[in-house]
Structures are given as C-alpha cells and as structure tokens.
C-alpha cells in the first residue's frame, strides 16, 4: 500500500505554487473552510439527507443524517477503502461475511475495498455520520443483505 506519486499527480491538474491564502471560502457545501455541523443540521432540517461538504480530486467527505430503522443501499467499492467519523446517535454496519460493528458518536469506522456495507441507524434518535471516500466513488449496488431482510431494487452505479 502506500501512495503512488505519478497516479496521484495524474489525478491533480490543479496544483498550487504556495504559500497562498486560501483560494476558497464558501459558505456552505465543498469549499467551506470551517463547517459547523450544528449549522448544516439545522440548515438540512429532518433526516434523511446527505450533504457533499468536502470535494477535490482525492477526497469526498458527506455528512449523513438518518433516523432509527433508516439505512443506506447496500454496495462496495472496488478500489477505495472507506471510512466514517460518527458525530451522533448509533448506527451498526452490517458487512459481507457476516461481521457486525455498532458504533456511535466518537467512533470512526474503516471498511476495506470489497466489504458490501449496509449501514443502519440504531437506537432512539438520528444518528450523523461523516463519510469519507475517494472520487470517483463508483457504487456497486446490491439488491440485498445477507445480513438483515432488507432488499432494494436492482440500480447501476
Ligand atoms: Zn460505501
């Protein structure tokens, strides 16, 4: 493992001579230096919803918001690891294989490329979680969990 330098530079067109000031300073969404996530909640209003906060060539970082019972499409990644910080509630990953990981506010989560994970909100309030994963993302979608009795209709990436 490790970086491979020339992927990486093939992967950033926009390199910066530095030291600069930041270039950019949104308000809300990617750009957004400092983000308050007491504001994007109260912004987003009720769960579920997701919010792109960070985005460059190497980075996606999305807060998720669901409610007790509420989960995602399962899928997996072919090339990228992913891992989430948990900001609130409880949530369990439900993964291939069998392995079952409950977390709540504090924990982070790594899964490995090729993992299906099926993330669930548990306990009694929403749960937020930020998600951190490398563009282009590709989704593989599956139209089940073998975890949980969950189905989804079948989706491309
Ligand atoms: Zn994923």
Redesign the pocket.
Known sequence: MGTNWQGVNDAVDDVVVGPIPPRVDASMGPGMMHIEIDKVVAEMGPAPWSKLLIEDERNLGTLIASMPGQG?HA???SNFD?WWAVMAGKLRWELTGGKIIHAQKGDIVW?PRGTV?HIVTEGDEMSLRF?V?MPP?V?VWQEECENCDVTWDAREP
């Open positions: 995602n899928h997996w990644h992913e899964i994970h998600a994963a993302a989704h």
